[in-house]
């Protein structure tokens, strides 16, 4: 039986019914006079953009993709250190071009603390950009990569082959998971001069 039968059954937009763009959010942030952070992660990397509203569509200010990381000596993942890195650059990139403060659009991901968005979001605030954030929603060590650090270190030290399936992609491009914390040190040292 179709739901659409009654004469006031209204028909969503496609990407509403896909639940792929919040429409009331979506216009709130836009009316906005602020640009846009918008931080969008898949199973492989992070991207972050800074968006302007125009009549003709958005503007992209700056943008940066994980894999743009690679040239900073740091393995890019779809992981928070990443993130960070990504909101680092990028803010660094859009300040370059007059951004002086943003607003966070994290589209249909449900806020959580410690997640992607939120490292990006303070690799943003690092940069030099200004936005309403609370430091809770997010700690350094995380940041850094020490989870996965230590994880890494002590899965090594208990089953190697496990240790190698797992890390496997990160093993061969010759970065080493335990050592992601000092990576991480130098890939932001790097960033911070950019």
Known sequence: MSRATGPVYKVAFRRRRSNLTNYAKRLALVKGSVPRMVVRKSSTGVSVQFMEFSQKGDRVVS???SGQLK???WAPRC???????????AGKLAGKKGVKEFNLDIGMYTPSKGSVVFAALRGAIDSGLLT???EEMITEDR????PIAAFAK???ASDEAKYNRIFSSYIKQGFRPENMVEAFASAKSKLKTV
């Open 71 to 73: 040239a900073y000596s």
């Open 79 to 89: 992981n928070t250190p990443t993130a960070y890195l990504c909101g680092l650059l």
């Open 132 to 134: 309403n954030y609370s």
């Open 63 to 65: 943008q940066v993709r």
């Open 143 to 146: 940041i850094a990569g020490a």
């Open 154 to 156: 002590a899965l090594r």
